[in-house]
């Protein structure tokens, strides 16, 4: 699944102001790609560790989607305090095994976010790729040129990081004779 980058930010955002409270919101898109999340109001009672959303913004978010020609897609919500794995109230609150679940931990100073896949018993994670590619499709892809030095550039670090562990490895041990 992929998401742009503008679109991860919103939702880290939205997190951060929200904070200490979680905060929530809803994603819409196309199956591949998260284009587009709308936040709504945390109607919970304990906004701390819980999240809900209200029935008639819910609704007015949804309509927006469809008059978009976008897909529901899923939720989101933030965790202020913990990390980015759905809780077992999220696992057992969730309505639509359709429905993918976003979660934005603010645990760490960098905001983390998380897909996953719950189906009412578990969770399992679905992979989420961050586009930067914020303009049209064709200006700001890779060229071909531009990959293979990024192909380039991934072996060679790669090569580097062999090297170093391998300087840093432990000298042999001796061999003692049994005493
Ligand atoms: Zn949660």
Redesign the pocket.
């Known amino acids: 699944m992929r998401i742009p980058y503008d679109v991860a930010r919103q939702i880290a955002d939205h997190a951060e102001a929200e904070a200490p409270h ?1 905060a929530c919101g809803v994603l819409a898109g196309d199956y591949r790609t998260i284009s587009r999340a709308i936040s709504l109001r945390n109607a919970a009672a304990n906004r701390d ?1 819980r ?1 809900q959303f209200d029935p008639e913004e819910q609704l007015t978010a949804l309509k927006a989607i469809d008059a978009d020609g976008l897909e529901w897609m899923g939720v989101y ?1 933030s ?1 202020p305090r913990s990390a980015p794995i ?2 077992r ?2 696992i057992n609150e969730a309505l639509d095994p359709k429905l993918l679940h976003l ?1 934005v931990s603010l645990e760490r100073a960098k905001p983390k976010l998380k897909l996953w896949r719950i189906d009412g018993l578990s969770a399992a994670p679905v992979e989420l790729v961050f586009d930067t590619d914020t303009s049209d499709d064709d200006g700001s892809q890779f060229s071909a040129r531009q990959r293979v030095s990024i192909v380039i550039v991934g072996i060679a670090s790669l090569l580097l990081l062999v090297a170093i562990s391998v300087a840093l490895l432990p000298p042999a041990p001796e061999l003692m004779p049994a005493p």
């Open positions: 979680e560790d999240f919500h965790h759905p809780s109230t999220d979660i």
